[in-house]
């Protein structure tokens, strides 16, 4: 089965350019998540989607963050526009609503540089 | 409120040395309780999870943790470590009643000598 699938691997951008992530989670979790790394720290919660619906956005900087999952499938997160402080991981990862494998199933994420 | 620590930011051990990370939570109640791995420029992957029952849980590449309730702790150990074990490994606990929001660890950098 395939896992949760991000692009791209890498980005690198200059400030106040635009920047799109996408995320495909696995095939069936309804449960999917988008999470910035900054280095040397744990994952933080941006967005929480159940199926298309975002249920915890508390996290995410709106004023430049949205993210959207149209049809509570794959999903894009953008910033726009990017600022130094935006270089980090950015993680998707999914869960299924009773899935015994409990937790998360995480991609390889898109390390973003902005310069 | 509520918390992980990770008090070992970075930990150096000799390749086939005994390996052990902790981990202590403060939480309201009783937790789920994962062990995520994440080798450099790479996602994270689960290692192990504990949800009740045996509180020594075995995970995947030969690591295994054990859950203190008395002391909220979830340390991870491995009896010899391997090169390919050098990555970093974060500690995460969850709600029993909902399947999301898991809080995290700051994570501890796993060195390996030869």
């Known amino acids: 089965e395939a896992g949760v699938v991000q692009s791209p691997r890498y980005k690198i951008i200059e400030k106040k350019q635009p920047v799109a992530f996408w995320c495909n989670p696995i095939?069936?979790?309804?449960?999917l998540y988008w999470y910035r790394q900054n280095l040397g720290q744990g994952p933080e919660l941006l967005i929480r989607?159940?199926?298309?619906?975002?249920?915890?956005d508390s996290q995410l900087p709106k004023d430049r963050f949205s993210a959207e999952r149209l049809k509570g499938v794959d999903s894009t997160l953008k910033i726009q526009p990017a600022e130094l402080g935006d270089s980090a991981v950015y993680l998707c990862?999914?869960?299924?609503?009773?899935?015994?494998?409990?937790?998360?199933?995480f991609g390889s994420g898109t390390r973003l540089t902005v310069v | 409120a509520q918390s992980v620590t990770q008090p070992d930011i970075h930990i150096t051990v000799s390749e086939g040395a005994s390996l052990e990370l902790r981990c202590n939570y403060s939480?309201?109640?009783?937790?789920?309780l994962f062990w995520y791995v994440q080798s450099p420029g790479q996602g994270l992957q689960l290692l192990l999870k504990?949800?009740?029952?045996d509180t020594l849980v075995q995970g995947i590449k030969g690591f295994e943790a054990e859950f203190k309730r008395s002391q909220s702790s979830f340390n991870l150990r491995k009896p010899s470590v391997h090169w390919s074990d050098a990555a970093e490994y974060f500690c995460?606990?969850?709600?029993?009643?909902?399947?999301?929001?898991?809080?995290w660890g700051a994570g501890t950098k796993l060195i390996i000598k030869p």
């Open positions: 990862a999914s869960s299924g609503w009773f899935d015994r494998n409990y937790g998360y199933t």
């Open positions: 095939s069936g979790h309804n449960t």
């Open positions: 989607y159940e199926n298309e619906e975002a249920v915890d």
């Open positions: 939480y309201g109640a009783t937790p789920y």
């Open positions: 504990y949800f009740s029952g």
């Open positions: 995460a606990v969850g709600p029993m009643d909902s399947n999301y929001q898991l809080i």
